[in-house]
């Protein structure tokens, strides 16, 4: 592995030159890791993560500045396929993204592919130097069962890609990062997605044995887990209207198998670490779920259809985990009838048996949530035609729509909607008893500038409005995650719009990472653990 040691010095300068901005930025010093007398690494995330940690640290807020308490965290997420490259290298074998970018590039809006990507395989270390710049507590990143695994089972277990990943947990913690590891995001082994992918029950013996592997390997030092990454997103559109990877057509019937599959996979690792692993890891893992939050989209439109629209995205998963663990009540009824009506003997939602339900209800330690925009919302009052594809969209019967005074950032779904973010963590408080939350993704898109601007507006609003929800509302929020460190490979949207605090030229033989205003603004979030309002 090689990385150029120039780059640190490269993003200190530009900082310096962002010094006009009034902003200032700290690069810290690495700090040691202490283990505590059972040989475990003390971790402030774990701490944070637990209700007796929240407890202790929310208030004190005592010179008239709301502040972050002392034990709120901080970090930046990056995912596997969007940075690493390497695409074919030492033993890596192809994902469903690897299929799709270069089977179908017509798909992707500048024919681009992660092939290189920001090539963090090699360049592991200029990411880390730019997450030390910043001062981030975390980083939250990807592991490529396709990298580690290539068949998805021990049978194809790649030392290659077992020392990469041990060579990057160790280095972000000798430089005081935690790693929080998320087993899997959209890239799925092509060999795996050949048997069924999330459509087959084959994957849930699949991604158990992985994530025993991953315990295994790297459990003694990684002690947050995500098992999966935004269900909703990866179901809905890879197996149900084919639109993304991997590009499976099977909808009303797809996205709901993939989902109840992704709950008892997640469900199955969540018990193995349990019953083998956390007597002596004392770690804790969670399942990344996505869904925006819903207004009435005008005095006619009755709350419930927000709520609805509420259940059918985000209480599709949670429900089961943090509720009564069973799908929503309007889901299982609804989908029901609606199967009914088009002649089938059962319902396109799969049911839980008896002893599924108690595997999955409760088997998650906090609640881990993507939130980067809202919608406003009525119900589609057509009635319901049995003669025409069902799809999840006609199950739920909502139409979304935008309030013309918000503004959008690059991406066309992505409008800025700052108080949506304390509304949801208020929905999840008063639905599921106020569970511990870590935001895990929030950013915002643009060209790629480095004055980015926008970039820090968008992250003053959420901040204040996540900071509201703590210190008014009382959520019990135990972290921010910003999405995402660097600039990388936006799925179909490919490089045409850029995520990072650093700016990456793709074109540059050396992907220098080149900190952006928005960088030096988190740095000072981060060391005064206040909103800067300058």
Not at 277 to 297: E, V
Not at 376 to 388: G, S
Not at 465 to 489: P, R
Not at 522 to 534: F, G
Request: hydrophobic content about 35%; overall charge negative; aromatic content about 14%.
């Amino acid at each position: 592995m090689h990385y150029n040691k120039g780059v640190l010095t490269v993003a200190l300068l530009v900082l310096i030159n962002l010094n006009s901005c009034n902003g200032y930025i700290t690069t810290g010093i690495p700090q040691l890791i202490d283990r505590d007398p059972s040989g475990q690494y003390s971790s402030k995330l774990t701490h944070a993560l637990t209700k007796k940690g929240l407890y202790e640290w929310i208030g004190n807020q005592t010179d008239g500045t709301p502040h972050f308490p002392e034990l709120f965290i901080f970090g930046a997420a990056t995912a596997a396929y969007q940075i690493e490259g390497a695409w074919n290298e030492d033993g890596k074998g192809p994902s469903v993204w690897d299929t799709l970018t270069h089977d179908h590039p017509e798909l992707v809006v500048d024919h681009a592919t992660g092939d290189r990507a920001a090539d963090s395989y090699h360049r592991y270390m200029s990411d880390i130097d730019a997450l030390k710049t910043v001062g981030f507590d975390f980083y939250r990143f990807s592991i490529s069962w396709s990298r580690l695994m290539p068949n998805g089972d021990r049978t194809s277990l790649n030392g290659a890609a077992l020392a990469y990943y041990n060579q990057l947990i160790d280095e972000l913690l000798s430089n005081g990062i935690q790693p929080i590891v998320t087993m899997l995001h959209y890239d799925l082994p092509q060999y795996v997605q050949n048997l069924g992918g999330f459509a087959s029950p084959l994957i849930v013996d699949y991604f158990l044995e992985y994530a025993d592997v991953l315990f295994n390997q790297f459990g003694d030092r990684v002690k947050v887990w995500i098992t999966h990454n935004e269900p909703y997103d990866f179901c809905v559109e890879g197996y149900g209207t084919g639109s993304s990877g991997p590009l499976v057509y099977a909808s009303g019937i797809g996205e709901y198998l993939c989902a109840h599959h992704v709950l008892l996979s997640h469900a199955s690792a969540y018990h193995r670490y349990n019953d083998v692993y956390r007597s002596y890891q004392q770690g804790l893992i969670g399942i990344t779920l996505s869904g925006r939050y819903y207004y009435p989209a005008s005095d006619a439109t009755a709350p419930e259809v927000a709520e609805r629209a509420l259940e059918f995205q985000i209480g599709w998963f949670a429900d089961p985990l943090f509720g009564a663990g069973n799908y929503p009540t309007v889901m299982v009824n609804d989908i029901a009838n609606n199967s009914q009506l088009e002649g089938r003997t059962r319902s396109r939602l799969p049911t839980f048996t008896d002893i599924e339900r108690k595997l999955v209800k409760g088997s998650v330690d906090f609640f881990a949530y993507n939130y980067y925009s809202s919608r406003l919302v009525e119900l589609d009052t057509t009635k319901y035609n049995p003669l025409d594809t069902p799809s999840w969209q006609r199950d739920a019967r909502i139409i979304q729509s935008v309030n013309p005074g918000w503004s959008r950032a690059k991406s066309s779904w992505l409008y800025v909607v700052p108080e949506g973010l304390r509304g949801m963590l208020n929905w999840i408080r008063k639905r599921y008893n106020n569970p511990p939350v870590l935001i895990t993704e929030n950013g915002y898109s643009d060209d790629g500038q480095v004055d980015d601007k926008e970039r820090i507006d968008y992250y003053t609003q959420h901040l204040n409005a996540l900071l509201a929800a703590v210190l008014e509302d009382g959520c019990h929020v135990a972290g921010f995650t910003a999405w995402s460190i660097i600039d990388n490979f936006e799925w179909l949207r490919g490089y045409s719009e850029k995520f990072g605090l650093f700016y990456v030229n793709f074109t540059d033989p050396d992907l220098a990472r080149i900190p952006k205003r928005s960088a030096n603004f988190m740095a000072r979030v981060i060391s005064t653990r206040t909103i800067p309002t300058d």
